[in-house]
């Protein structure tokens, strides 16, 4: 597992995680251009973004997963 990193954020000290996964290129650009849209849209900071992106997937993630997609085997 990685090294947590505390940073300040808003002068508090909190506790970031570097993860590494490979994705496919198309699913890997989507979600960076959805942050970036979020981003402009809202200028919550990326990482806040990121985080619940990543939580509605924790939560939500074996739904989809289930459902067939294309091109799965």
Not at 2 to 8: G, H, N, R, S, T
Not at 16 to 39: C, K, P, Q
């Amino acid at each position: 597992m990685a090294e947590p990193v505390v940073q300040l954020v808003d002068g508090k000290p909190m506790e970031m995680v570097r993860r590494g996964w490979y994705a496919t290129r198309e699913s890997g650009d989507a979600l960076a251009l959805l942050v970036d849209e979020i981003y402009w849209e809202t200028r919550e900071p990326k990482y806040q973004i990121i985080s619940a992106l990543f939580e509605f997937a924790a939560k939500y993630g074996r739904t989809a997963i289930k459902e067939p997609r294309q091109g799965s085997y």
